[in-house]
């Protein structure tokens, strides 16, 4: 399969997603999103009182078939949640719906070729869910001083303490294949892969998901 043409995507520091075609492995898509908890999903607890869910719509699948990935950073407290943003992250290459990350959001996920657990993760290289061959210019990030202020029991933050305007700690990728390093897509091989999801706060969650020959 040829891949797009090259191409530079520029994104604002935003938490508000709009509609963007970045490959042919992943869609980013609108704030619509799927609800996939308890169809293949894990669930991780940080020492903020946060909650990281990842949740894909199935455990198995043909090849070629679109796979659904849901991450949700929720407030687990019944009072509002005042987070001041880390930048420690456990894990390399993680990605959102755009391959710009923590730009958008304070979590990612990566996906990778064989079955593994939480310990090995560090040491493994994820698959390219976005084409290594293009160049993707991203804004710097988040002020140091910067802190999401997550509502009670929610997924809901507002960048201020008097910031009416609400955004959703969650996203939804959609992918059905691969990119290798010489920018060559491929969809997933038969075989078990392994998604992980991290925030940047130290919480890790992991599902597996097998393609069938």
Known sequence: MKHPTKYII???LSLVMSTVIVGCGVTAKPAIYLDFAGVN?????STHGLRLTLALNAAA???GTDIFIVLDEQNTLSSENKVRISYTWHLNGLVTSTPCNPANYP????VYQGNYTTDK???????????PGNMYHCTAGLAINFTY?????????????D?????TMKDEIKINGYWTDSSEFKTFEPGV???AAADEWGALAIVHFTVTP
Do not use: C, W
Request: aromatic share 12%; hydrophobic share 50%; charged share 20%.
């Open 10 to 12: 520029s994104i604002m």
């Open 41 to 45: 999903a894990a669930v991780s607890r």
């Open 61 to 63: 699948y043909q090849p």
């Open 107 to 110: 979590f990612g996920v990566a």
């Open 121 to 131: 993760l560090a040491k493994i290289k994820p698959l390219y869910l976005f084409d």
């Open 149 to 161: 202020i997550f509502k009670p029991l929610s997924d809901l933050i507002s960048l201020r303490p």
């Open 163 to 167: 910031d009416a305007e609400l955004n």
């Open 193 to 195: 892969y392994t998604v």
